[in-house]
Every structure is written in C-alpha cells, then in structure tokens.
C-alpha cells in the first residue's frame, strides 16, 4: 500500500468505529470492534474487518446482516466525516477470524497441559 492508501485506511478506520456502532440497530451482539481496513489502490473499495466478542454461528450471520443493512448509512455518515476526500470508497464488511482462531489455539493448548 502506498502512503495514501495506509493513510485513508487509517482515517477510515479511525472515524468508522463509532459510526458503525451507532448506525447498526441490532444491539444483540454487543460491541463491533473494527480490527482493520484495507483499502484498494484506486480507492474505491475499503475492506473493513470487525471482531464481536460471540463465535457462535447465528450471532455471527446476525452482525454480517446488520452491517449489510446499515452500509449506505454508515458510508453516508463517513463521507461526512471525512471532507477532504473526493469520493468514499464502496465498505466492504468482513469478520475478522484471527480472534476465534487464537481462542481455538488457546483452547488446544489448555487441554494439552
């Protein structure tokens, strides 16, 4: 990623988090944490990845169709808060698995003792 690209993500990332924890309605799952964004070399896409304290199955279906449902909103609140960018990249949301990943190594390791 070039330095435009690193720093855009990193705004991006930086006003989103607030954003997408008002603008979402389900409240079932807790807090989002937005644990990084990646945004494309054009700029008109940021893949966003979030982490919610469950790994159960339904809840995670849950939080991926609040966050789809919530989009044009969240997308629409960013370009607000961020003025000094022509256009907004399209949000692309994708959960983060490296948190369930490491519970499931600490999980294998605990048992191993």
Do not use: C, W
């Amino acid at each position: 990623m070039s330095i435009t690209t690193e720093r855009l993500a990193s705004l991006i990332q930086r006003e989103l988090a607030p954003i997408v924890n008002r603008e979402v309605k389900d409240k079932s799952f807790g807090y989002i944490n937005l644990t990084e964004v990646k945004v494309t070399k054009d700029l008109s896409f940021a893949t966003i990845y979030y982490s919610i304290l469950s790994d159960e199955e339904d809840v995670l279906e849950r939080a991926k169709k609040a966050l789809d449902a919530a989009n044009a909103t969240i997308r629409m609140e960013l370009a607000k808060q961020i003025k000094n960018v022509r256009k907004i990249p399209e949000l692309i949301f994708k959960y983060d698995e490296a948190l369930a990943y490491g519970n499931h190594i600490d999980q294998i390791l605990k048992t191993l003792k």
